[in-house]
């Protein structure tokens, strides 16, 4: 009987943990200065939010397009001209699939940081301070994950370029001129 | 007239509206339509597309932001010579040239700073 009941408290003990640990976790770094700024500031950091919001989407539509273009317009049709004068353009090929891949990273990332953003804004920041610095914070990662993919993808532009100079010397003496 | 088709006449008389063809004919016309609009509406996001559409109510404010982008880009049939390299390498810098300067997405615009919300400071 008394097995029966030791095991019932550690049960209850176990679920209590459980359900209080991420509660916990999930508050913590946010002292209650922070709580009472953030519900006195509330109206200005929703603003704020909204403003972020409305000036990513066009930068996030014109980057879009530029990276696009790259790849399409540039990288691609390198590699096919220099493919149909058969050269080995493999390096080429390779790192235009990464900028792909990237680029498509880039633009899961983004979707995810939109949508994360739309629900943090949507989040009453008087009445639910804490959950709106949790989902605050996880859209900050969301941010870092995309500003990450943008600067990948600033790496493989580069590389492809040098490739090109590379190519250039390799084949042709005086390799490409570079402004 | 015969008995026949008087009682065909009482049948089709006596049918209410909701079970006339007509009725279902345009009931079933709107849930099509309605599925068909949903199942769109979900590509259209799930895809990514609407963050993209910048004919969007909630961008018409930022519409003016939007580059219209006419790059024709580089042929890809001709030959392969030191110019094509350099003709290429001019558009190549000048179409990266947007994208390699700027920090985009940085997280110092949603710091606790830039949001009012640090009070190590105060």
Redesign the interface.
């Given at each position: 009987m008394i097995y029966k009941y030791l095991r019932f408290v550690c049960l209850l003990a176990v679920a209590a943990v459980l359900v209080v640990l991420p509660v916990h976790a999930q508050s913590e770094g946010l002292?209650t200065?922070?709580i009472a700024?953030?519900k006195q500031?509330c109206r200005?950091?929703s603003a704020?939010?909204s403003q972020?919001r409305?000036?990513?989407?066009?930068?996030?539509?014109?980057?879009?397009?530029?990276?696009f273009?790259?790849g399409?317009?540039?990288m691609?049709?390198?590699n096919?001209?220099?493919t149909?004068?058969s050269?080995d353009a493999s390096d080429l090929v390779r790192t235009s699939s990464d900028y792909n891949h990237e680029l498509q990273n880039f633009?899961?990332q983004?979707?995810a940081?939109?949508e994360l953003l739309s629900d943090t804004i949507h989040t009453d920041c008087k009445r639910d301070t804490e959950r709106f610095y949790n989902k605050?914070a996880s859209?900050?990662d969301a941010?870092?994950r995309?500003?990450e993919s943008?600067m990948k993808?600033?790496e493989f532009?580069?590389q492809y370029?040098n490739q090109?100079?590379t190519?250039?010397q390799q084949h042709?003496s005086?390799g490409?001129?570079?402004? | 007239m015969n008995s026949d088709e008087v009682e065909h006449a009482h049948e089709h008389i006596d049918k209410p509206w909701y079970s006339s063809e007509l009725f279902f004919f345009i009931a079933g016309s709107l849930v099509v339509s309605l599925v068909l609009v949903a199942v769109s509406m979900f590509i259209y996001v799930a895809s990514?597309a609407s963050?993209?559409d910048?004919s969007r109510p909630?961008?018409l404010?930022?519409?003016k932001?939007?580059?219209d982008?006419t790059?024709?880009?580089?042929?890809?049939?001709?030959?392969?010579?030191?110019g094509?390299?350099?003709d290429?390498?001019?558009?190549?810098?000048k179409?990266?040239k947007?994208?390699?300067g700027d920090?985009?997405?940085?997280?110092a615009?949603?710091s606790d700073q830039?949001?009012?919300?640090d009070?190590s400071n105060e």
């Open positions: 002292t200065e922070q700024t953030i500031n200005q950091i704020t939010l972020i409305t000036n990513d989407a066009p930068v996030y539509i014109n980057k879009n397009q530029t990276y273009s790259i399409d317009k540039l691609a049709r390198l096919s001209r220099l149909l004068n050269y633009r899961t983004y979707k940081y939109e605050l859209t900050r941010r870092g995309v500003h943008a993808l600033r532009i580069s370029g090109v100079q190519f250039g042709f005086k490409v001129d570079s402004e | 990514g963050l993209l910048s909630g961008y404010s930022v519409q932001d939007i580059s982008t790059f024709k880009g580089f042929p890809s049939t001709g030959d392969v010579n030191q094509t390299l350099d290429f390498n001019k558009l190549y810098q179409q990266i947007s994208v390699m920090d985009v997405f940085s997280g615009a949603m830039a949001l009012g919300i009070i």
